[in-house]
C-alpha cells in the first residue's frame, strides 16, 4: 500500500511567475489634457424630468410673505358711500315720521320712541368709533412695521429705538411679553446699533407670540381636517372652513396687538383671500397629497381623509398670510412658519414615510 500511495504524490513542476504590473506615483502618472464637454453634455428636457412636479409642489409650499393691499379711491367706493348716505337719509326720514305718527296718536309713545332712537344712535356711534378704532390700529401696525424695516435698514439707532418702544406700548397689555419688556428695558442705557436691537426686540417681545401663533394656527387645521373629513356634505366642509379662518384671523390680530371690529375683520380676510389667489396657493388637489406625503401613503388614505389634510393644510396657509399681515414687526431673527411645518403634524404618517424614503 506504500507503494500505491507514493505513485499517487504530485511530481515536483516548475511554475513561471510573471512579475507584478509596476505601478506608477501619481505625480509619475500621464496628466489627461483639457477637454471641453460641451457637445456631450445633454440637457433633459422638462417633460422627461421626473422630478418637476414634485419640486413644483415643494416650492408651491413656500408662499411669499403676504402684505396688505393697497388703499385707492375708486367708483365703486365713490359709489357705496353715496348710497350709503342715500339709504342713511332715508332710514332718518321713516323715523322722524314714525316719531311724529306716534306723538299724533299719543304724547308718551312719541317721547318713548324718542328716547329708544337716542339709545339707538348711541349705540350705533358707540360701534362706530369700535369700527374705526379697529382700522385704525391695523393701519398702525402696518406703519410701525414699515418704520422697524426702515430703521433696521438705515442702521440709525434713534429711530430704531423709537420704533422700539412703539412696539413695547403696541404689547404691554399681553403678559406673554412681559419678561421681554422687561429685558429690554434692561438694554435703555447701553448703545445698541439699529439691527442688533431690532434684532433684540424681536426675539424678546415675538418669540413667545410666534410661539402661540402657532399654535392657533395648528389647533385650527386639525379641527378643519378632522370636521371635513368625517362631514357629508361639501357645504358643510366650506361652512366650516370659512368659520374656523374667521375665528383664526381674529385670535391673530389680538395675539400681535389688534383690535380689529367686524370691518377689521373683513379687511382682513379680503387681504389674506387676495393673497392666497394672487400666489395660486388656493390651487392644491390630490397630486400635492401623492407628491408631499408620497405616492404609498396617499394610496393607504381614504379620500375623504386626504380632503381632511388639504383641508388643513389650505387652513394653515390662511393663517400663515393671517400672520404675516398682523405681525407688527418683518421676519429678521426669527425663521418665518411654512407649510412643512405643520404638514408632520397633520399627517404624522408623512415624516415616517420621508424618513424611511431616506433611509
Known amino acids: 500500500m506504500n507503494d500505491e500511495f507514493k505513485d499517487r504524490r504530485r511530481k515536483p513542476a516548475a511554475f513561471p511567475v510573471e512579475p507584478e504590473a509596476r505601478t506608477e506615483r501619481p505625480e509619475q502618472q500621464p496628466r489627461r489634457a483639457p477637454a471641453s464637454f460641451g457637445d456631450r453634455v445633454v440637457m433633459t428636457a422638462d417633460a422627461d424630468d421626473p422630478f418637476i412636479e414634485t419640486t413644483a409642489a415643494i416650492d408651491a409650499l413656500k408662499a411669499p410673505e403676504a402684505h396688505p393691499r393697497r388703499r385707492r379711491l375708486s367708483f ?3 359709489a357705496a358711500g353715496a348710497f350709503g348716505i342715500l339709504l342713511s337719509l332715508a332710514i332718518g326720514l321713516w323715523i322722524d315720521r314714525l316719531v311724529r305718527d306716534l306723538f299724533s296718536r299719543a304724547d308718551w309713545l312719541g317721547y318713548a320712541a324718542i328716547g329708544v332712537v337716542a339709545i339707538g344712535a348711541l ?10 378704532s379697529g382700522l385704525m390700529q391695523l393701519t398702525a401696525i402696518q406703519e410701525l412695521k414699515a418704520d422697524v424695516a426702515l430703521a433696521a435698514g438705515t442702521g440709525k439707532t434713534k429711530a430704531a429705538r423709537a420704533a422700539t418702544a412703539r412696539l413695547v406700548h403696541l404689547l404691554a397689555a399681553n403678559p406673554r411679553t412681559a419678561r421681554g419688556r422687561a429685558r429690554l428695558a434692561e438694554t435703555e442705557e447701553e448703545i445698541i446699533d439699529a439691527p ?12 413667545p407670540l410666534d410661539r402661540e401663533a402657532r399654535r392657533i394656527i395648528l389647533a385650527a387645521s386639525k379641527r378643519v381636517s378632522v370636521v371635513t373629513a368625517v362631514s357629508p356634505r ?12 374667521a375665528r383664526m384671523i381674529r385670535a391673530m390680530a389680538e395675539l400681535y396687538g389688534g383690535r380689529p371690529g367686524t370691518l377689521g375683520l373683513l379687511r382682513l380676510m379680503r387681504d389674506v383671500i ?7 396657493s388656493i390651487a392644491v388637489g390630490d397630486s400635492l397629497v401623492q407628491q408631499i406625503l408620497g405616492h404609498g401613503l396617499a394610496s393607504k388614505l381614504s379620500a375623504r381623509l386626504g380632503e381632511g389634510v388639504i383641508n388643513g393644510l389650505m387652513t394653515a396657509r390662511i393663517g400663515i398670510a393671517a400672520m404675516d399681515l398682523c405681525r407688527p414687526m418683518p421676519f429678521r431673527a426669527l425663521k418665518r412658519p411654512g407649510i412643512g411645518d405643520f404638514l408632520a403634524d397633520l399627517a404624522p404618517g408623512a415624516a415616517r414615510a420621508e424618513t424611511s424614503r431616506e433611509g
Open 274 to 280: 387676495a393673497h392666497l389667489a394672487v400666489t395660486g
Open 234 to 245: 361639501a357645504l358643510v366642509d366650506l361652512g366650516y372652513v370659512l368659520y374656523e379662518s
Open 123 to 132: 349705540a350705533f356711534l358707540v360701534v362706530v368709533a369700535r369700527e374705526l
Open 196 to 207: 442688533h436691537l431690532v434684532e433684540l426686540a424681536e426675539r424678546e417681545l415675538l418669540m
Open 76 to 78: 365703486g367706493k365713490v
